[in-house]
């Protein structure tokens, strides 16, 4: 691997240190929030926190394990034995991302048996997804991370067809008021979710191996404060909506 | 870089030390007291505690970063390797300063559609205000220093000119009990938010290396705790006034 140097490497240390203040504030103000909606939204902001806390406790150990693999010396930055650990994010979105979509099932209050099987197909779903990621994430080798792209991509489309299709019936049953924004949160998680896909293959696109570490790293904050911290927030603003009118 | 002698960074040690205690403080006094409000003032309470717990936050990661930048020696101060890391405070701000412009819009209580406009605004150009600052503060260059200044400095003043021109009529249409605090606490914003550009620009006025550094840091660190803490604790007194007259 290319050495990156040490803008990079302050450039996203400070990424992730961002990242840790967002993921924070957003689990603090959705567990607060939290007695501001209804008993029955209260499950859907507890999981938007509970999403946000654990990336939390993730960006802190990947700031720390990105601290520990580059020591700072008087003629620049060095490697150190410590490899950084980039499993850290492929245990977080294992938890997180079939949450997500859970968070999105339970604010839109569909029948019990709705809700029981669209999250255990989209779950699913979102966890396969990871597991096939993982192995190209990891690979050197430009030809696996393409193989395991492509059969991660298999469930990510299940899931983005799920939500166009399979959610507009339920969209349109919505109350006037939060149908809106209800389907912009459905926008949001297509929208962010795509980044990810994208991000991965930036290596794999010739971008040089110190650019893309830095273009990598700082591309999957992003998508996950997005993904994670908006998103739950914007779960939070559809629920207080909800809980007014009553719906 | 004039290195800085030993009482220099005792001294800002221990501005950045007194700095993470206002704003823990400030965060408990404002998570605690966020029962003692209304429903409808409960959100401005929580994101004036949020704004403490971010900043709460970076002003550790500042003390420690402070601490790593020097060594003391039997001879005096003296520089290590790492750099102390300025862009803390601009990671701080680009998430806090949209946030306080949002309490204070929170707590006037306007029309749904008044508040997501003005919140849309004023955030946005408080961001734009912090992105344009970090160019120019991280720059060595006088010139640059002064181009990114009176860039950052538009943003400023559309917020200033909005807050002045554009919420009069709301404050008038406060309750009598609390038009004054209101006003007060947008003169606060507007005072507290002018030490910044003129924290910024000491560098540039020739105040010396060394003095300049422990002044700006101090500087920064003054206006934070007004911007913030003192600042929460005032829209919180807001809150519990205006829940007591059912405003």
Chains 1, 2 share one sequence.
Do not use: C
């Not at 990598?216 to 993904?227: E, K, L, P, S």
């Amino acid at each position: 691997m290319d050495m990156i140097n040490l803008s990079q490497f302050e450039l996203v240390s400070n990424a992730f240190s961002f990242a840790i203040a967002v993921m924070g504030a957003a689990t603090i103000f959705l567990f607060l929030g939290r007695s501001q909606v209804a008993p029955q939204y209260k499950t859907a902001v507890t999981i938007s926190g509970i999403v946000t806390l654990i990336a939390f406790y993730h960006y802190w150990r990947i700031f720390d394990s990105w601290q520990g693999a580059y020591t700072v010396t008087a003629t620049g930055l060095q490697a150190t034995v410590h490899k950084f650990n980039d499993a850290y994010r492929y245990v977080d979105w294992l938890l997180t991302v079939p949450l997500l979509l859970i968070e999105l099932i339970l604010v839109m209050r569909l029948s019990r048996e709705e809700t029981t099987q669209k999250a255990k197909s989209l779950a699913t779903a979102a966890a396969l997804m990871i597991v096939l990621g993982y192995p190209g994430e990891i690979s050197a080798v430009t030809g696996e991370k393409w193989k395991w792209w492509i059969l991660s991509m298999i469930p990510f489309l299940y899931i983005v067809m799920n939500l166009v299709s399979g959610l507009t019936k339920s969209i349109n049953a919505q109350p006037e008021s939060v149908r809106q924004m209800v389907s912009d949160a459905r926008l949001m998680t297509i929208v962010a979710w795509s980044f990810y896909p994208i991000v991965f293959v930036f290596p794999m696109l010739g971008v040089g191996g110190a650019e893309a570490t830095t273009y990598v790293q700082i591309g999957y904050t992003i998508a996950d404060i997005v993904a994670k911290a908006v998103f739950g927030v914007y779960i939070y603003m559809i629920a207080v909506r909800k809980s007014e009118t009553n719906a």
